[in-house]
């Protein structure tokens, strides 16, 4: 699997353009349009350690900032480790980090990022765009870097001085920024696979020590990004949202990261307890593969599909009122998201003519495959499962371990759930997903009006043309795509009354903890 789910728990969207290499500029290096930057009470005190709770699994740790995070553990610290070009950001929705500013050609293929000045390695190496340059193709060179870095080749990755790094892509994309935000993580050129466990980044925290999952960082003083307030973080992992809560519930922990709707609840009524609901921060569609062959092969079918859900109770029940409704269409936190297409509605008897129409087989039963990787995923399917029946569907919910699911059904299924834990750009869903050369197309999805109006979007820094490139985009994804997106779950984190200065952000704003103080 590449770039997705746990790992993409973190991002956010869009981003200005301009002319010849000008007018396109990257955030002025505030820091309070950066991710990390909700207002905490009180004047900032300096010391600390915070005891940060984080889900995964002993099986699917790893250290390799380009591979894929599996383990939200994992990825929270190789987020506070090494630093992205870029990060979502609270007023610009791309902000400044290891890259202090980024512009474009006018034709848009040309995209010129310069170093923050100051930025050092751990060890105190300045960063060079040699550095960045063998991140990024090391980057693009993992099985999924095209997907990562979509349109731009490794030869097309260049330094041009010390603190310039050159990427030219294959077409015009104006969202090339928003893509970096992530996944560009940035190591010292020439860094040995055997060296991975201890090479050093240029995060806000340097690797103290590293045990099967868990971890201590500590500060690190010569951040070129701000001021760092605690003296460390302590990550624990848990395999389980209800243990993680009940670590925070019992001291513990301070922190319980993504810790779902039921802990929440729970912890509604502890006047200790801090319950930080970021909204719109994860999707959990339903997938369904629009290929030849494939049950779903008709269009008819899938808006029969979307017919079908009961999105109210969904919500309500699967996410225990933490979520809003959605309208299939995914990006939903976007500027750009078009609000003004009708919600669509439950309505079976439209879903039945819509079947018969499509001559689609109600005899047979129909597979619908989960895993029980978050809270709620499993059970989405087990209510969909129960309000399709009440249109005359059979479908049976089969859910796999976590490891055969991702390997055996994702991207191949005919009928499965999915999760993003990222609420990024109708652009980058587009991107990742539907676009048919998208490498995370998990529906399959070849659409060549769908493709047109993407590439309209992206080639385009004209707010008009732009805008209703977006709408056509969102328009057809609506109508035809190979996803059912009900709900967009809220991301959910819980905290002791001590921490301070939380990120607001969702996806990977989640993570920015350097603003983070005790009380």
């Not at 809560?245 to 001291?251: E, M, R, S, Y």
């Not at 307890?273 to 999707?283: F, H, S």
Request: glycine share 10%.
């Amino acid at each position: 699997m590449g770039v997705t789910r746990r790992q993409l728990l973190w991002a956010g969207t869009g981003i200005g353009v301009a002319g010849i290499l000008a007018a396109c500029s990257g955030g002025s290096g505030d820091s309070k349009n950066t991710a990390a930057s909700g207002a905490g009470a009180g004047k900032p005190r300096t010391g600390g350690t915070l005891r940060v709770g984080a889900l995964g699994r002993a099986s699917a740790i790893t250290r390799d900032p380009h591979g894929t995070q599996a383990n939200e553990s994992d990825y929270l610290v190789l987020a506070l480790v090494f630093d992205t070009l870029t990060v979502p950001g609270a007023k610009t929705n791309t902000a400044p980090r290891l890259a202090a500013s980024w512009e474009s050609s006018a034709d848009l293929k040309t995209w010129k990022f310069k170093i923050a000045q100051g930025a050092v390695f751990h060890d105190g190496t300045p960063v060079t765009a040699e550095d960045v340059v063998w991140s990024l193709k090391r980057l693009r060179n993992t099985p999924s870097g095209a997907a990562r870095l979509p349109g731009i080749q490794a030869d097309n990755i260049s330094a041009e001085g010390t603190d310039t790094v050159v990427l030219v892509s294959d077409y015009a994309n104006a969202e090339f920024p928003l893509l970096t935000r992530f996944a560009s993580f940035v190591m010292k050129k020439d860094t040995k696979d055997s060296d991975l466990d201890k090479a050093p980044g240029t995060g806000p925290f340097k690797l103290d020590w590293f045990r099967g999952g868990n971890a201590r960082l500590v500060r690190n003083d010569k951040w070129y990004g701000g001021t760092v307030h605690l003296d460390a973080i302590e990550v624990t992992m848990f395999e389980t949202p209800q243990a993680m809560a009940n670590a925070l519930l019992a001291g513990q922990i301070d922190l319980a990261s993504n810790a779902g709707a039921v802990a929440a609840r729970t912890a509604e009524a502890r006047k200790d307890i801090q319950v930080l609901r970021r909204p719109n921060d994860m999707a959990m569609p339903i997938v369904m593969c629009t290929a030849k062959g494939s049950p779903f092969e008709d269009a008819r079918v899938r808006e029969a599909m979307r017919l079908v859900v009961d999105r109210d109770a969904m919500v309500k029940q699967v996410l225990s009122g933490y979520g809003t409704v959605a309208n299939d269409i995914l990006g939903t936190g976007d500027p750009a998201f078009a609000k003004d297409i009708p919600q669509r509605k439950r309505d079976l008897a439209k879903a039945q003519q819509l079947l018969a129409d499509a001559g689609f087989d109600l005899s047979k039963t129909y597979q619908l495959v989960t895993t029980e990787d978050i809270a709620g995923l499993a059970d989405s399917a087990t209510l969909f499962a129960n309000q399709a029946r009440e249109a005359g569907i059979k479908v049976e919910v089969v859910k796999q371990e976590s490891g055969a699911f991702w390997d055996k059904t994702w991207k191949t299924g005919d009928f499965y759930t999915t999760y993003w834990g990222t609420n990024d750009s109708v652009v980058f869903f587009a991107s990742k997903t539907m676009a048919s050369e998208a490498g995370q197309n998990e529906a399959g999805w070849n659409d060549p009006g769908f493709d047109a109006a993407y590439r309209k979007a992206i080639a385009t820094s004209d707010p008009a043309r732009r805008s209703a490139a977006l709408k056509e985009l969102q328009q057809i994804e609506y109508e035809r795509s190979g996803y059912l997106l009900w709900g967009m779950a809220d991301g959910i984190d819980l905290a002791a009354a001590k921490v301070q200065n939380l990120p607001k952000l969702a996806g990977y704003g989640r993570v920015q903890l350097e603003g983070v103080w005790l009380s």
